[in-house]
T-cell receptor, first 115, second 113 residues
């Protein structure tokens, strides 16, 4: 069975601090996809990144970066120089390569960035 | 840019009423999903569809039903709303291509009094 764990329920940081959100996953599949979504207070889920299980290259997009480590089954998300607008709930998700019923979300991490 | 729409955005309704939450997407995606989420909490898959005339129940048991008569439309119906149905309902769709990324609608916040 697939499972996604986000051990950090809530994190608070002060603006401009760096923060890392942890994501650990479990799957028996050799091909799978990992995602991060952001859910601001408005409630809509915003796609941030998708990573193929065969691509372990880290990715940077502006202040966001992702560290994919297959050896530890982790896909951590770092925000550098955090801003108040980064305050949201962040969800990590896992999908197998088959037809989508095995799309599993983690419980989410609520990030509060204080001014 | 994803084009997936949900109406209404907010709904307050009395116990026992029948309601239908609408979800439409213009991307031609075969797969569509309904999730139930309490504010800031986990998403729970309640229904999904692989295409027209295909519907399946998700991981979380739900008293709602869905239909998929057209590719672009995936409405969710509660025959008799109860206070325990108060939640946010998120609709999503995905293209069964390489990545299966899900695109989400803005959600419907339902309150049953």
């Amino acid at each position: 069975a697939q499972k996604v764990t986000q051990a950090q329920t809530e994190i608070s940081v002060v603006e401009k601090e760096d923060v890392t959100l942890d994501c650990v996953y479990e799957t028996r599949d050799t091909t799978y996809y990992l995602f991060w979504y952001k859910q601001p207070p408005s409630g809509e889920l915003v796609f941030l990144i998708r990573r193929n299980s065969f691509d372990e290259q880290n990715e940077i997009s502006g202040r966001y970066s992702w560290n994919f480590q297959k050896s530890t089954s982790s896909f951590n998300f770092t925000i550098t120089a955090s801003q108040v607008v980064d305050s949201a709930v962040y969800f990590c998700a896992l999908s197998d390569a088959d037809y989508g019923q095995n799309f599993v979300f983690g419980p989410g991490t609520r990030l509060s960035v204080l001014p | 840019e994803a084009d997936i729409y949900q109406t209404p955005r907010y709904l307050v309704i009395g116990t026992g009423k029948k309601i239908t939450l609408e979800c439409s997407q213009t991307m031609g995606h075969d797969k569509m999903y309904w999730y139930q989420q309490d504010p800031g909490m986990e998403l729970h898959l309640i229904h999904y569809s692989y295409g027209v005339n295909s519907t399946e129940k998700g991981d979380l048991s739900s008293e709602s039903t869905v239909s998929r008569i057209r590719t672009e439309h995936f409405p969710l119906t509660l025959e008799s709303a109860r206070p325990s149905h108060t939640s946010q309902y998120l609709c999503a769709s995905s293209d069964p291509g390489e990545t299966d990324e899900q695109y989400f609608g803005p959600g419907t916040r339902l309150t049953v009094t």
